[in-house]
């Protein structure tokens, strides 16, 4: 036999493990193992019991198809041009108006005047818990004075004691939850917060407000182009385009109508916000379960390494 051959019919047997070695250096590392694992485990649990309950309610909202948006895109493919040079917004469907109002729910100036005019500033940035016999927030003092009902917080420049509009932007997008169903157009609208009490309203108020801000929108430009169209059928002696005109009176006049027979103008609820009884999170168990074992994990890595170091 040549020399190629006998190393082709022996084995090698360097990189197989070696079991017994194997449990040899896990049972000599067995105090390190168990102690990193045992203190991964509570802190874990120390930290699940610190985290606060956060608990989400959310609504389920439909498009509004009303009937003058019906009117309107018909209109918009006969008199879209001309309509335009009139300076007149007869709309593109109402799935894109949909996407607007969601577009306009989560934007900087939206949001901005949400807090200021619910005056929502204290329990958005200074609440750090929640009593559910009192059903009260937890205020930090450090945050917020409550009996001398002033901002407190000491911070660094450029912020102030009271919070920005840019900071509250950013803290209240961090629990605003904001989703459309490609395929049904459902829209779903979720406020995540330490009281339940808080994230149900707040869902009811983003919606209520949402709808009149479109329809006072909508309000203005029917009421803006109504004024046009009028002074245009004045000044011209077409009976053609006095038919156009009146024909776009007409709908911007339904806008105006249905605007103040309804108040979900945009979204309609299908499912409305309740107060709920479950937190959202943190999952306890989750967070003791997957910190216990990446503490086990670590551990065996520290046993392997202190073996290959001597």
Same mark, same amino acid.
């Given at each position: 036999? @040549?020399?190629?051959?006998?190393?082709?019919?022996?084995?090698?047997? *360097?990189?197989?493990?070696?079991?017994?070695?194997?449990?040899?250096?896990?049972?000599? +590392?067995?105090?390190?193992?168990?102690?990193? &694992?045992? @203190?991964?485990?509570?802190?874990?649990?120390?930290?699940?019991?610190?985290?606060?309950?956060? =608990?989400? $309610?959310? $609504? %389920?909202? $439909?498009?509004?198809?009303?009937?003058? $948006?019906?009117?309107?895109?018909?209109?918009?493919?006969?008199?879209?041009?001309?309509?335009?040079?009139?300076?007149?917004?007869? +709309?593109? +469907?109402?799935? *894109?108006?949909?996407?607007?109002?969601?577009?306009?729910?989560?934007?900087?100036?939206?949001?901005?005047?949400?807090?200021?005019?619910?005056?929502?500033?204290?329990? %958005?940035?200074?609440? &750090?818990?929640?009593?559910?016999?009192?059903?009260?927030?937890?205020?930090?003092?450090?945050? =917020?004075?409550?009996? +001398?009902?002033?901002?407190?917080?000491?911070?660094?420049?450029?912020?102030?004691?009271?919070? !920005?509009?840019?900071?509250? =932007?950013?803290?209240?997008?961090?629990?605003?939850?904001?989703?459309?169903?490609?395929? !049904?157009?459902?829209?779903?609208?979720?406020?995540?917060?330490?009281?339940?009490?808080?994230?149900?309203?707040? @869902?009811?108020?983003?919606?209520?407000?949402?709808?009149?801000?479109?329809?006072?929108?909508?309000?203005?430009?029917?009421?803006?182009?109504?004024?046009?169209?009028?002074?245009?059928?004045?000044? &011209?002696?077409?009976?053609?385009?006095?038919?156009?005109?009146?024909?776009?009176?007409?709908?911007?006049?339904?806008?105006?109508?249905?605007?103040?027979? @309804?108040?979900? =103008?945009?979204?309609?609820?299908?499912?409305?916000?309740?107060?709920?009884?479950?937190?959202?999170?943190?999952?306890?168990?989750?967070?003791?379960?997957?910190?216990?074992?990446?503490?086990?994990?670590? !551990?065996?890595?520290?046993?392997?390494?202190?073996?290959?170091?001597?």
């Amino acid at each position: 036999m @040549t020399e190629t051959q006998q190393t082709l019919a022996t084995p090698d047997y *360097d990189d197989e493990i070696d079991l017994r070695e194997l449990f040899r250096v896990l049972w000599k +590392g067995k105090w390190l193992i168990g102690g990193i &694992t045992a @203190t991964a485990a509570v802190i874990s649990v120390i930290v699940a019991l610190v985290l606060p309950n956060i =608990y989400r $309610a959310e $609504a %389920l909202l $439909a498009p509004n198809d009303q009937e003058a $948006a019906g009117g309107l895109s018909a209109l918009a493919a006969q008199y879209g041009g001309l309509a335009s040079l009139a300076g007149i917004n007869l +709309g593109s +469907g109402s799935s *894109d108006r949909t996407l607007l109002g969601l577009e306009i729910l989560k934007s900087r100036k939206f949001i901005s005047e949400f807090i200021e005019r619910r005056d929502i500033l204290v329990p %958005l940035m200074a609440a &750090t818990g929640w009593d559910p016999e009192t059903r009260q927030l937890v205020i930090d003092p450090d945050q =917020y004075d409550v009996v +001398g009902k002033q901002w407190v917080r000491d911070v660094n420049p450029p912020k102030k004691p009271v919070p !920005s509009m840019q900071e509250a =932007y950013k803290a209240f997008s961090g629990v605003l939850s904001v989703s459309q169903n490609k395929k !049904s157009g459902f829209v779903t609208v979720a406020v995540e917060h330490l009281s339940p009490d808080v994230a149900r309203q707040w @869902t009811d108020w983003l919606i209520q407000d949402l709808n009149s801000s479109i329809m006072r929108q909508d309000v203005a430009e029917a009421k803006q182009a109504i004024h046009y169209l009028n002074e245009q059928i004045k000044n &011209t002696s077409l009976s053609g385009l006095k038919e156009v005109f009146f024909s776009l009176i007409e709908e911007q006049t339904k806008t105006v109508m249905l605007a103040s027979v @309804t108040e979900e =103008y945009l979204l309609k609820t299908v499912d409305p916000a309740i107060t709920p009884e479950k937190r959202h999170r943190p999952s306890r168990s989750l967070i003791v379960i997957l910190s216990t074992l990446f503490g086990g994990l670590l !551990s065996l890595v520290a046993v392997f390494v202190m073996n290959e170091a001597r």
